[in-house]
């Protein structure tokens, strides 16, 4: 099947162009001024509207099994509602419970995610350690496309890693060539700050920020990267939401260490005050980690965006309905933690980004896609509109409106945090391995249609830091001459 885009102009992370895009297959073949249709394609009107790459969202929860239920979005409403806002690729967590065998958990998420409209692939999270987690990372990178690895600091008494694994994990993850990704909050002191306000009586879902306060997150954050500068491994963090965590990656990256940040779509767009919402449901619908932050942190955010102090954004997509949020009716600890996102994350980053100039259009396929596949290794295949990319593109008409809402999304989730947002610049047309999967409210995705994504190890950056290593290698003072 051949597919010809006519009359766009293609934005690309380093540069934009007046161009038609020729599809055949599932791969990009053509990019440039007036090409001609081949017999039997099929010709696509962009009408002077903007084509760029399909955006990659780096963390979702698809039907993720958590605290004591089942994100309600599975991997095929999840890819769909993704797809029509213009995200044609999800990075999920295959999460093991602690003694869980990896390899297990790992093939019981790929089973799970058979049913995908787009293509996806998987972080691995290590929550426990012992030598067959060990031998499973081996097994992950070099049989199973895995290349990056994920912690959580929080979550004590579940899958919360303590320094030890942290040491134990990031060092073989290094030796492997695999990326070390965190969840930054000490589990510690929210599990004491937790117990502390239920003691006070406090219940309410304004207990969750009240358990979670910044510095928690700045104190993970911190920890983290200087483990990570000890052991020299790269590391990303994943949804930061406060100055603290950013001040940190800043830190770390002027003193050269190789640090990347991510940024959650509603963390730079809602604040706490909906925590102390008298609608207990809407306070709770708002409950995930980190908690949504005072409003300082936003601009700080986008301003960690425009400096290149955080180079990707997310949705953390990990969708819990009314009725599952109110399993924590009368203790804010048990609220299932996640909120949606997938199918805005572009549409609401677009308008608020590049509507207030915050962001260039270029800036925007960074943030969307570019950065997290170079970050992530799949950098030409993904990420840009290029001759030899996969043929996941979208056009976008920045004209266009849309506001967004429960009642009209594609989201399995009966709320959506950005609720009467009206959006300036939306997503027309989805194209996933080079079949339109959705066009102008049609959705035509496929269940099962989306590949698993093989990415490799040793990205270009671990070179630079084997240098490092070299540069800097032990060495023991040779006293027999003397
Ligand atoms: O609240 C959240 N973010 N739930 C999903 C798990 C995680 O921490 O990313
Ligand atoms: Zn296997
Ligand atoms: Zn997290
Ligand atoms: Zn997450």
Redesign the pocket.
Known sequence: MTLLIKGGTVVNADFTLRADVLIDGDKITAVGPDLDAPTGAEVLDAGGALVMPGGIDPHT?ME?P?MGTVASEDFFSGTTAGAVGGTTMIIDFVIPSPRQDVMEAYHTWRGWAQKAATDYSFHVAITWWDESVKAAMGTLTRDHGVNSFKH?M?YKGAIMCDDEVLVNSFTRARDLGAICTV?AENGELVAHLQKELLAKGITGPEGHPQSRPTAVEGEAADRAIRIAQVLNVPLYI??NSCIESLQAITRARNDGQRVFGEVLAGHLLVDDSVYRHPDWDVAAHHV??PPFRPKANQEALWRGLQAGMLQTTAT?H?CFCTPQKRMGHNNFTQIP??TGGVEDRMHVLWHHGVNTGRLTPSEFVAITSANAAKIFNIYPRKGVVAVGADADVVIWDPARQRTISKNTHHQNIDYNIFEGMTVTGVNTTTISQGRVVYHDGDIRTVRGAGRYVNRPTFPSYFDAVKRVAEVNAPSAVDRMGV
């Open positions: 929860h993720l958590f959580f929080a969840h994943v949804h995930m980690s953390d990990c933690n996640g």
